[in-house]
């Protein structure tokens, strides 16, 4: 009799354990940098502010930068220009050959579109800010954004 008691008490103790652990879910990760691996452009105005077009004889020479909120450049991206593009021409992409790591996650970061143009400044196309905090549900590996006719994706990692 003792030993089909203790058996069933152990059956239980066994059984309570097993609903613990399916009960259990996994701890969440808590990321505190994210790295940059690419930069797409999709969507872009192909006309200035005056309605002019941005180069007066073929398409703008497009690059991007990284900027802080002072627009002091992070990375300078004008090497690495897409020259002539056309609304055909779009999505333009680029990777980086060394990833851009965001390690401050509550400072914003801004990808800025320019039109590079030898003789006079590059012409600001347009711009829009990450604040990776703000995306830190569910660490998506990949966040669009788009402001003023510019659509912006950056593709990265979370680390």
């Known amino acids: ?8 008490i152990t059956i239980m103790a066994l059984a309570i ?14 990321y505190t940098n994210f790295k940059i691996l690419n930069v797409k452009l999709s969507a872009m105005p192909f006309l200035d502010k005056s ?3 941005w180069d007066p004889f073929d398409g703008p020479d497009v690059f991007f930068n990284m900027e802080d909120a002072s627009s002091n450049v992070l990375y300078n991206g004008s090497s690495s220009r897409y020259k ?13 050959v060394t990833a851009y790591p965001i390690t401050n996650l509550d400072v914003t970061h801004f990808v800025t579109a320019y039109d590079y143009d030898t003789i006079d400044p590059n012409d600001l196309i347009g711009y829009i ?17 788009t402001l003023n ?11």
């Not at 009799?1 to 069933?8: G, N």
């Not at 800010?129 to 954004?145: A, V, W």
């Open 1 to 8: 009799m003792k030993i089909k008691i203790l058996t069933l």
């Open 129 to 145: 800010g990450f604040k990776l905090s703000e995306h830190k549900s569910g660490y998506p590996k990949t966040i669009t954004k």
């Open 51 to 53: 309605s002019d077009e």
């Open 84 to 96: 002539d593009i056309s609304k055909t021409d779009l999505p333009l992409i680029w990777d980086f």
């Open 149 to 159: 006719g510019l659509t912006v994706t950056i593709n990265g990692e979370w680390y």
């Open 17 to 30: 354990i097993a609903c613990k652990k399916q009960n259990t879910t996994p701890a969440q990760p808590n």
